[in-house]
């Protein structure tokens, strides 16, 4: 069976964080990076919703990919009796695994209209897989063109500061990166002066995982609390506020990790522009805008203690929404790999999206 996809493109990729090996899945845990790089074996569908739900994997395009090996997975150690119920059952669970990523959702759509062409177990098996790996590579292409599209949209003439919320790299994506991988293509050209990281409080996804990642890749990262991003923005530095999202919906708004709205407000005092960067399969077009967007709200332990250690008193209550929305009003330009829609509205969104 096919094996973990490489980019056709020859640019490098930092760290692989799904890797496929046609009986089973293995994902990098992303809850114990940067202390401990340890993988996950999974050979069931179960165990893919389980660690998308538990945060091993994360990241929209990472999460979609992870989906679909997981209903590969299915079909491979589905029972051979009522195997076209079995398969059924693991879409149900994969899709109740996380409810903001649309990536999630398109991913096991387009498994489904597979499955349902399928008239064999054995042939369920083949072309799932196939279908699967076919999706990584996507998204792998994807992000490459979406860099491309990115600087192509910002030409910057010389080199330049830009700051990035949460993780959209390599470890969130099939292998290079959304908002990420435009920051690695501007380090390639030469035209990065700077990435300021915010550490993305309550699961410090930028210190964690984007400091680290960019550190490994020779990229130049300073890490800042979430509260010092209107500070550094207003030094006049920074160029480019480069974010990833969730869920982009018909009249442009976008649903990302929480504090990315609050980034936008400060980008457009400060002049600074604001940039989305996602593949087309976060654009829900059936969503008329941010307010249909459902808002994934987490446990209040993740706030009151970090790996065990307390940092707030037990049993205080805690609002822990895991996405918040930025109206298109406050975006410059959402990147697609299918190209640019700049000053996002539904015009434009339809012009791209249909």
Known sequence: ????????????????????????LELLDQRLLPGEAHWITLEGAVGVAQSIRDMVVRGAPAIGISAAYGIALAARHAGGGDWKAEIKQSIRELAASRPTAVNLFWALQRMEQVFHQCHSLDEAEKRLAKEAVAIHEEDLAANVAMADHALEFMAPDKPISVLTH?????LATGGYGTALGVIRRLNEEKLLKEVFADETRPWLQGSRLTAWELSRDGIPVTLNVDGA???ILARGEVRW??????????????????GT???????????VGF?????????????????????????????????????????VKVFNPVFDVTPASLIDAIVTEKGVVHNPNITGMRALFG
Do not use: F
Request: charged content about 20%; hydrophobic content about 40%; glycine content about 10%.
């Open 261 to 271: 709205y609050s980034l936008a407000v400060l980008a457009r005092h400060h002049k």
């Open 229 to 231: 991003a209107a500070a």
């Open 275 to 315: 940039m989305v960067v996602a593949p087309s399969s976060t654009v829900d077009m059936s969503l008329a805008s941010g307010a249909d967007i459902p808002i994934e709200e987490r446990e209040g332990l993740e706030v009151r203690e970090i790996r065990g250690i307390p940092l707030a008193p037990e049993g």
């Open 241 to 258: 506020v480069i974010v990833g999202a969730d869920r982009i919906t018909a009249n442009g708004d976008v649903a990302n990790k929480i």
């Open 166 to 170: 949460c993780n959209t790299g390599a």
């Open 1 to 24: 069976m096919a094996q973990t996809p490489k980019p056709s493109s020859e640019r490098g990729i930092g760290t692989v964080a799904i890797r496929w090996h046609g009986s089973s």
